[in-house]
């Protein structure tokens, strides 16, 4: 499996366990995470035996064909779009010259931008951040590293593909 596809998969697994681990947690604290082609780190307060059942849980759901707990609204793809679609809008909208005169034009096609980004951003992570038919993927560890006074937990990940 090549260094994308793995970093990919790794994502999809990532944000399927940050799903499950909320709902275990009653949604109480914020996590978030990012993925290598190792494995993926999840920074936030979750113990690290409800992080490892949440991970074999997503793998499983994954595996079973579950492919949309790849999929996050909150994944940093989403405010990359947004960010992109925002800027070139603004920049069309409020050319070279009279640009104050162009601010009522810049304010509307930047929102419509912030309201085209969310299921634009959806389609970005579906087809290109990351792939939630994880094949042979699985799990070999799960370690608790404290970072200062953050909670930090690394997934290593391994693949026959």
């Known amino acids: 499996m090549d260094f994308l596809n793995r970093i990919r998969k790794n994502h999809a697994l990532e944000h399927a366990t940050i799903t499950i681990a909320h709902s275990k947690l009653n949604e109480r604290g914020i996590l978030g995470g ?3 082609q190792w494995g993926f780190f999840v920074y936030g307060e979750v113990p690290t035996d409800v992080l490892s059942r949440a991970a074999d849980e997503a793998l499983e759901r994954l595996k079973t064909g579950e492919e949309e707990l790849a ?12 960010a992109t679609l925002t800027g070139l809008a603004c ?23 912030l309201v085209a980004s969310r299921p634009i951003g959806t389609l970005v ?10 094949g042979r993927l699985s799990i070999e560890d ?13 997934v290593s990940t391994s693949s026959d593909d």
């Open 34 to 36: 990012n993925s290598t």
């Open 71 to 82: 999929i996050s609204p909150y994944c940093g793809t989403n405010l990359l779009v947004t």
């Open 91 to 113: 920049a069309v909208a409020l050319g070279t010259e009279q640009r104050w005169r162009n601010i009522p034009r810049a304010v509307s096609v930047a929102l419509a931008a």
């Open 125 to 134: 992570q579906k087809h290109f951040t990351t792939d939630g038919a994880i």
């Open 142 to 154: 799960i370690s608790h590293i404290g970072v200062g006074g953050l909670t930090v937990h690394r």
